[in-house]
T-cell receptor, first 112, second 112 residues
Framework: NAGVTQTPKFRVLKTGQSMTLLCAQD?????MYWYRQDPGMGLRLIHY???????AKGEVPDGYNVSRLKKQNFLLGLESAAPSQTSVYFC???????????FGSGTRLTVV | AQTVTQSQPEMSVQEAETVTLSCTYD???????LFWYKQPPSRQMILVIR??????QNATENRFSVNFQKAAKSFSLKISDSQLGDTAMYFC?????????FGQGTRLTINP
């Protein structure tokens, strides 16, 4: 029962570098989300997808891009990392907007 | 803006005591879904309890229960007979237009 798997779990980047965070779910969920968690601010939505081939912006999309080429995968890209993107990133999926949400274990990203 | 507000950044109680965490939200909808999530030091997001707005009965899960006041747009979490393992961040959340929106969180510490 893998659920939602995020890779990598930790990463340190230099300013200006690029990287991709991978989220994979094996529950055949339609909806997938990327959040960032910063102290005192809860989880804020970056981008989300309501189905294969679709993406939409969330609350804090600037500096990030996403793709959902396959239903089970949702990729989050940072083209030119900035220190302000230092955060813990969570992926989540659900079978519907009002259904149960399953979260990955998070990725701690530090940009120096 | 559709917001979720948790007014208690930190709380601390003794083991076996009862503690109540507050949450208020903004909505123009009549039917919606509310959640409480627990995030222990392991960083994993764990669903504690879920409430459907059209149901008058307050949701209960073992030692966890909610006080849902629809007219006041209030959704508080009560933890009875608190245990050391309840020490965690607690997030209130609700579904807004296919997305899960979180409050800022309350850091709860259970002292021995």
């Amino acid at each position: 029962n893998a659920g939602v798997t995020q890779t990598p779990k930790f990463r340190v980047l230099k300013t200006g570098q690029s990287m991709t965070l991978l989220c994979a779910q094996d529950m055949n969920h339609e909806y997938m989300y990327w959040y960032r968690q910063d102290p005192g601010m809860g989880l804020r939505l970056i981008h989300y997808s309501v189905g294969e081939g679709t993406t939409a912006k969330g609350e804090v999309p600037d500096g990030y891009n996403v793709s959902r080429l396959k239903k089970q995968n949702f990729l989050l890209g940072l083209e030119s990392a900035a220190p302000s993107q230092t955060s813990v990133y969570f992926c989540a999926s659900s079978y519907g907007a009002r259904g149960g949400y399953t979260f990955g274990s998070g990725t701690r990203l530090t940009v120096v | 803006a559709q917001t979720v507000t948790q007014s208690q950044p930190e709380m601390s109680v003794q083991e076996a005591e009862t503690v109540t965490l507050s949450c208020t939200y903004d909505t123009s909808e009549n039917n919606y879904y509310l959640f409480w999530y627990k995030q222990p030091p392991s960083r994993q997001m764990i669903l504690v309890i879920r409430q459907e707005a059209y149901k008058q009965q307050n949701a209960t899960e073992n030692r966890f229960s909610v006080n849902f006041q629809k007219a006041a747009k209030s959704f508080s979490l009560k933890i009875s007979d608190s245990q050391l393992g309840d020490t965690a961040m607690y997030f209130c959340a609700r579904v807004v237009a296919q997305k899960l929106v979180f409050g800022q969180g309350t850091r709860l510490t259970i002292n021995p």
